[in-house]
C-alpha cells in the first residue's frame, strides 16, 4: 500500500512549479535551449488533469456510497461531510456538502458542494448528471460539471463511467484558469466490494482540450492509461500525448510510486513537471 502523500514541499507558482533542468534523453543531439514551450503553462494543464481526476474521483465516491453501498461500506468521507438524498421513484438527487472546509480520509481537502442529478437504473446503466457548487480542492476553484454514463459492470465485471466533461479550474494566487473539455472512461479495477476504500485502483483512459485563459492550448490523448490509487492524491502510472505550442510530446506519470511529480518529454528530453501546490 502506498502511503498518502499529504504534504509536499511548497513551491511558488511564480517560480514556475517545472524545473527546467532536463534529463538525459534518448537521443543526445536534442538540445533543450532549442525545445521552446511555455514552463508555466505546461504545469497548469498538468495540474488540471490532476485536479479534474482527483474531483471526479470525490463524485463518484458520494454516488457510490448512496447508490451502491455494498462496494464500499467505507468511504472517504468523514463526519464534516453532509449528504443530501432525495428520490423519486425513477431517480434522484444527490448534494454533498463539505461546509466551509473538510479533510477527507484520502487526504484531500475540500470545501463546498457537489450536486448530483440521475435517472432510472436501466440494463445495469444509470444516466447522472453532476455540478461544482462553489467547490474546492486542495486550494483550487472548480466549477462546471458533466454526465456519467454509469455501468455496473463492464465486459471485465467492472464498474465503469464514462464521463463527458466540460470543468473550468481557478488555481491559487493567479488570475489564469484551465477549462477542461473532453471525454475519458474511468474503470474501478481494484477494491470492488472489499468494504473499504484503501484498496481501491482505476484505470483511466480518454481524450480531453486544456485552455487556459491565458490563450494556451493543450489536446492530450491517453496512450498508456493512467492509475490512480485511493490512498493517493497523484496519478501513480500512465502516459498521455500531448500537443501544444506546436509540439507533440508525452506526459508521464511514473511507474507507480506515489508522488507529486510527473515527466513532460518533448524530442526525447524530459522535464520534470511537479503537480501539487
Avoid at 18 to 31: A, F, P, T, W
Wanted: aromatic share 8%.
Amino acid at each position: 500500500m502506498k502511503t498518502i502523500l499529504k504534504k509536499i514541499t511548497l513551491l511558488s507558482f511564480s517560480a514556475l512549479v517545472i524545473s527546467l533542468v532536463s534529463c538525459k534523453g534518448d537521443d543526445d543531439s536534442s538540445d533543450p535551449e532549442d525545445i521552446n514551450f511555455s514552463a508555466e503553462n505546461t504545469a497548469y494543464a498538468a495540474q488540471t488533469d490532476n485536479i479534474v481526476e482527483g474531483a471526479q474521483n470525490i463524485v463518484e465516491g458520494g454516488y457510490v456510497q448512496i447508490e451502491e453501498p455494498g462496494r464500499m461500506t467505507n468511504s472517504i468521507f468523514p463526519e464534516c461531510t453532509a449528504f443530501t438524498i432525495t428520490t423519486n421513484g425513477n431517480g434522484g438527487t444527490i448534494l454533498i456538502d463539505f461546509g466551509t472546509g473538510c479533510t477527507l480520509y484520502n487526504g484531500a481537502i475540500v470545501s463546498g458542494k457537489i450536486s448530483m442529478e440521475y435517472g432510472p437504473l436501466v440494463a445495469g446503466t444509470r444516466s447522472i448528471d453532476y455540478i461544482y457548487i462553489d467547490f474546492v480542492y486542495n486550494g483550487n476553484g472548480i466549477s462546471g460539471g458533466g454526465n456519467i454514463n454509469r455501468i455496473l459492470e463492464n465486459n471485465n465485471g467492472h464498474p465503469q463511467s464514462t464521463v463527458g466533461e466540460d470543468i473550468t479550474i481557478s488555481f491559487p494566487g493567479t488570475t489564469v484558469t484551465a477549462n477542461r473539455d473532453g471525454l475519458r472512461i474511468t474503470e474501478w479495477i481494484e477494491g470492488v466490494g472489499t468494504g473499504t476504500w484503501e484498496d481501491n485502483v482505476y484505470r483511466i483512459t480518454g481524450t480531453w482540450q486544456t485552455n487556459l485563459s491565458n490563450g494556451f492550448e493543450r489536446t492530450g490523448e491517453v496512450t498508456t492509461p493512467l492509475i490512480r490509487e485511493m490512498t493517493c492524491l497523484y496519478f501513480v502510472s500512465g502516459r498521455i500525448e500531448v500537443t501544444q505550442e506546436g509540439l507533440t510530446g508525452a506526459l508521464d506519470f511514473g511507474n507507480g510510486t506515489c508522488d507529486a511529480i510527473a515527466t513532460i518529454i518533448f524530442n526525447g528530453v524530459e522535464f520534470p513537471v511537479i503537480l501539487g501546490n
